[in-house]
């Protein structure tokens, strides 16, 4: 997955013609974005990280059905804001679309399945020491899918220049419950020499 992560943005990067850039990215997309920060820290000009990128905390020793059902049931439930009516309509509908497509389901529960703890942002933690990227990590307190503590503050002090803010009252998408707040973060951070 790792080597996936580091092609898939290097790949996207390369057909904009695009040397260096500010990367964004949530859960599985934060995971990807410390990926290619690593193999590539001359590439990335400032990271964010708005969410737990993806198995922050590592992935709760479950096997097989039992794992999947585990994080699909979170998915389900809390997955995403602190409270499931904040989620907008128009998203909601994509999410049941998804689930509706024939497969949907099972692919699920085989990428769950195939899930490891060295295939995660855990495994990361080590190599977080090295990067001396500016980061800038928008965690929701309410996280239900990659918890903030102790992961967030954790990755966070790794990072030589890593900051972290805590935002009260949302969950595993910030960005989703608190527009505002998450945009005012990022441009601050971006506009930062």
Same mark, same amino acid.
């Given at each position: 997955?790792?080597?996936?992560?580091? !092609?898939?943005?290097?790949?996207? /990067?390369?057909?904009?013609?695009?040397?260096?850039?500010?990367?964004?990215?949530?859960?599985?997309?934060?995971?990807?974005?410390?990926?290619?920060? $690593?193999?590539?820290? +001359?590439?990335?000009h400032? =990271?964010?990280?708005?969410?737990?990128p993806?198995?922050?905390a590592?992935?709760? +020793?479950?096997?097989?059905?039992?794992?999947?059902?585990?994080?699909?049931?979170?998915m389900?439930?809390?997955?995403?804001?602190?409270?499931?009516?904040? /989620?907008?309509?128009?998203?909601?509908? =994509?999410?049941?679309?998804?689930?509706?497509?024939?497969?949907?389901?099972?692919?699920?529960?085989?990428?769950?399945?195939?899930?490891?703890?060295?295939?995660? +942002? $855990?495994?990361?933690?080590?190599e977080?020491?090295? =990067?001396?990227?500016?980061? /800038?990590?928008?965690?929701?307190?309410?996280?239900?899918? !990659?918890?903030?503590?102790?992961?967030?503050?954790?990755?966070?002090?790794?990072?030589?220049?890593?900051?972290?803010?805590? /935002?009260?009252?949302?969950?595993?998408?910030?960005?989703?419950?608190?527009?505002?707040e998450? +945009?005012?973060?990022?441009?601050?951070?971006?506009?930062?020499?």
């Amino acid at each position: 997955m790792r080597i996936h992560a580091v !092609d898939f943005v290097s790949g996207i /990067l390369d057909a904009l013609k695009v040397e260096r850039a500010s990367i964004v990215g949530n859960s599985m997309g934060g995971y990807y974005a410390l990926c290619f920060a $690593l193999a590539h820290p +001359t590439r990335v000009h400032k =990271l964010i990280i708005a969410g737990g990128p993806a198995g922050s905390a590592g992935l709760r +020793t479950l096997a097989g059905e039992d794992k999947a059902a585990a994080i699909e049931a979170r998915m389900k439930g809390s997955w995403g804001p602190a409270e499931p009516g904040r /989620l907008p309509d128009d998203l909601r509908e =994509l999410i049941d679309a998804r689930r509706a497509i024939p497969g949907s389901e099972e692919t699920w529960r085989s990428m769950m399945r195939s899930a490891r703890q060295d295939r995660t +942002t $855990l495994s990361l933690h080590p190599e977080l020491k090295g =990067l001396r990227t500016p980061a /800038l990590f928008i965690w929701g307190e309410q996280d239900q899918i !990659d918890p903030p503590q102790p992961a967030a503050t954790v990755i966070a002090q790794h990072m030589p220049n890593g900051r972290l803010i805590l /935002l009260p009252d949302a969950g595993h998408m910030p960005w989703i419950e608190k527009p505002e707040e998450c +945009t005012a973060h990022i441009a601050e951070f971006l506009a930062d020499a």
